[in-house]
């Protein structure tokens, strides 16, 4: 697997000078390279084909179908929560592992986390549930930085002049990002709460906040919980072979973390037919494991 490039963590600023865009996606046309939008035409930098999506992968740099959750980070930074060492990970990439059972004695958390922690874990080991809840297995959107971690479909781009869509084949998930320097002055919480972005140094650097700390929110598969002073920093990054995809996420919450938290996820840049995938439609537990029931549209979330 090519080695981690160096990801520098870049703070906030006003007015940042655009760099080149890292993992942009036009629509073509097949016939002569045309480009179908006007607006992303206006987009400087680099502009990449819409005919591939980016593959997750996981800790050991394979096709992620059964990863735990993020990388550790360069540079001696302090890494994410890993599996419980009482209970090491087996298994490969054909079989499945060890439940995701989180190191809740980390620590980096706060003692209701690593209580809520300890808890989900016990649930699984007295099996009462059977399979891990993973939101976006049960057609729950995995939040910030948590929809990062979906393993089993790619994540496209979308760039125009002054916004980003971060979107997933997953149910049609969507993440936008508005290309400006400020928060609005209040910010109402939602699943992928309020996201600004820039363009620095060849990274695009997204900025949220605005994150709702609910009983389906967590920051990983290790079911690691948040509050609403969640407040999260990514820096994504294209390889200089332009094969592979890669971001360094800052997670800060005071009320959750005694410090703050750096987290490394990679994706292989990859060929697909993009196929419609409507996750409500399996809202079934076949093999009885408890497991928690889709969202229903009946009233909104927040």
């Given at each position: ?16 000078r655009?760099?080149a ?20 035409a206006?987009t400087?930098?680099?502009m ?14 394979g096709?992620?179908r ?9 540079g ?20 499945m ?42 057609c729950?959107?995995?939040g ?76 990983d ?16 990054k ?18 959750t ?17 993009w ?28």
């Amino acid at each position: 697997m090519p080695a981690l490039s160096k990801l520098k963590i870049a703070r906030p600023t006003r007015g940042a000078r655009w760099a080149a865009i890292l993992a942009g996606v036009v629509l073509a046309a097949s016939a002569g390279g045309a480009v179908a939008d006007p607006e992303a035409a206006k987009t400087p930098g680099l502009m990449l084909p819409s005919d591939f999506g980016w593959t997750p992968l996981n800790e050991r740099g394979g096709i992620a179908r059964y990863g735990t959750g993020f990388s550790d980070p360069p540079g001696g930074l302090r890494g994410p929560i890993h599996q419980d060492p009482k209970y090491p990970l087996r298994g490969n990439e054909t079989r499945m592992p060890t439940p995701s059972l989180g190191n809740w004695q980390d620590p980096i958390l706060k003692p209701w986390a690593a209580a809520q922690m300890r808890e989900s874990n016990e649930q699984l080991l007295s099996g009462k549930v059977g399979i891990p809840f993973r939101a976006q297995s049960q057609c729950w959107p995995g939040g910030v930085p948590g929809n990062l971690l979906w393993s089993s479909e790619p994540m496209y781009w979308i760039q125009k002049p002054k916004e980003v869509w971060l979107y997933w084949q997953r149910d049609q998930i969507v993440r936008r990002i508005m290309l400006t320097d400020q928060h609005p002055k209040d910010v109402k919480p939602s699943w992928f709460g309020d996201s600004i972005g820039r363009y620095e140094n060849g990274e695009l650097v997204i900025d949220t906040i605005g994150l709702a700390a609910n009983k389906y929110s967590f920051i990983d598969d290790f079911r690691t919980p948040h509050t609403d002073k969640l407040h999260v920093v990514e820096n994504y990054k294209v390889t200089p072979d332009g094969k592979f995809l890669e971001v360094l996420v800052k997670v800060e919450d005071p009320d959750t973390f005694n410090e703050p938290m750096y987290l490394v996820k990679r994706w292989r840049r990859d060929k697909y037919v993009w196929a419609e995938s409507f996750c409500a439609e399996n809202n079934i537990d076949p093999f009885n494991s408890n497991l928690v029931p889709p969202p229903e549209a009946t009233r909104a979330d927040f």
